[in-house]
T-cell receptor
């Protein structure tokens, strides 16, 4: 069965520094996708970055990069130059194709607080 | 605003009452998902529609829950005889499959959610 594990319930980072949020996953499928979402206090899930299982290079989106280590089944999110607005919950998620569905399974999340 | 919308944003109800939530997806998206998120947890999949067909339901979706998507447009999620354990954020997401991409890529766009409180 597919599973996502986020072992850091909460993290602090100083403004302008980089931070790494951990995510490990478990699946027997060869074709899958990994996502990171940001959820501010307003509740909306905001897509940050995607990594496909066959991608050889790590994904990057602006200040976000995904450190994909397939053999270790890890997909850590790196946020560079943290900003106060980065304070939020962050969820790692995985999808795979089952019939026509690409449902997401999520980890339990990491709450990031950026200190001024 | 052409994003996913959900109504109402907040709902407070007494135990035993029925509630219905509505989700309006992005117009060209033919796939629609419902998730439930309890406090301090990540969202959990409830059900999936492709056009008007409900193709997958989670075991979390008990007999008191029903979802519809008439004509493949908006969707409704109804909870009958609500219980305090139903208190959660109910999230809707819509998507359109991407082709020619690596892995399993389908970017789901989430609505703002409906927060249900059962007293």
């Amino acid at each position: 069965a597919q599973k996502i594990t986020q072992t850091q319930p909460g993290m602090f980072v100083q403004e302008k520094e980089a931070v790494t949020l951990d995510c490990t996953y478990d699946t027997s499928d060869q074709s899958y996708g990994l996502f990171w979402y940001k959820q501010p206090s307003s509740g909306e899930m905001i897509f940050l970055i995607y990594q496909g299982s066959y991608d050889e290079q790590n994904a990057t989106e602006g200040r976000y990069s995904l450190n994909f280590q397939k053999a270790r089944k890890s997909a850590n999110l790196v946020i560079s130059a943290s900003q106060l607005g980065d304070s939020a919950m962050y969820f790692c998620a995985m999808t795979w194709r089952k019939d026509s569905s690409y449902k997401l399974i999520f980890g339990s999340g990491t709450r990031l607080l950026v200190r001024p | 605003d052409t994003g996913v919308s959900q109504n109402p944003r907040h709902k407070i109800t007494k135990r035993g009452q029925n509630v219905t939530f509505r989700c309006d997806p992005i117009s060209e998206h033919n796939r629609l998902y419902w998730y439930r998120q309890t406090l301090g947890q990540g969202p959990e999949f409830l059900t999936y529609f492709q056009n008007e067909a409900q193709l997958e339901k989670s075991r979390l979706l008990s007999d008191r829950f029903s979802a519809e998507r008439p004509k493949g447009s908006f969707s409704t999620l109804e909870i009958q005889r609500t219980e305090q354990g139903d208190s959660a954020m109910y999230l809707c997401a819509s998507s359109f499959p991407l082709t020619g991409v690596s892995g399993a890529r389908e970017e789901q766009y989430f609505g703002p959610g409906t927060r249900l409180t059962v007293t």
